[in-house]
């Protein structure tokens, strides 16, 4: 029966020894990068000693099929400085789903232009929204869903997760 202590206590000791190897880097004369757990030669002066970091795979935070969407789909809104409820209504949609956005504020005459152009659009009705291709003036949650469900947007953030900005609209 004194087993069971033993070995857990050798598991616990090899689980903590793990961590607190030391990793060496240098390169040598031919300019070969070595990596070891041992000290290098006494000739070679520079010696990196990288902090490994624990054994997690860092993320964006986001679900992978909110990453995919994001990448191939990625979501912009448009607004302007004298949108106030409509606008708010639209990027708190947008935060209870979770959906990384850029927003592009239609401050001056130019951004309005170009807007125009990009949405063939004599009026400008904001907020309005592009999701990768499709486009659409005007905040409508079901419409926004549908697009945003048809990109593989997913319908709720997770518990927690931070909406992260997606890469900026072109």
């Known amino acids: 029966m004194k087993i069971a202590p033993i070995c857990l206590l050798s598991l616990v000791m090899l689980a903590t020894g793990a961590d607190a190897q030391t990793m060496y880097r240098w390169v040598d004369k031919s300019g070969k990068v070595h990596y070891s757990d041992q000290p290098p030669p006494k000739e070679i002066k520079k010696v990196d000693q990288p902090r490994l970091g624990t054994s997690t795979i860092e993320t964006s935070g986001l679900p992978y099929e909110a990453q995919k969407a994001a990448r191939d789909f990625p979501v912009t809104i448009y607004t302007t400085p004298d949108c106030a409820a409509e606008c708010k ?7 209870r789903r979770g959906v990384p956005y850029s927003e592009k ?10 807007f125009r152009d990009r949405f063939k659009v004599d009026n400008v009705f904001v907020p309005a929204i592009t999701v990768g291709s499709q486009q659409r003036q005007g905040f409508e949650e079901t419409a926004w869903s549908g697009m945003l469900d048809t990109a593989g947007y997913p319908r709720s953030a997770i518990p927690g997760s931070v909406t992260r900005p997606a890469p900026a609209a072109q």
């Open 89 to 95: 209504m639209a990027r708190d949609y947008l935060a």
């Open 105 to 114: 504020s239609l401050a001056s005459n130019d951004e309005i232009v170009a």
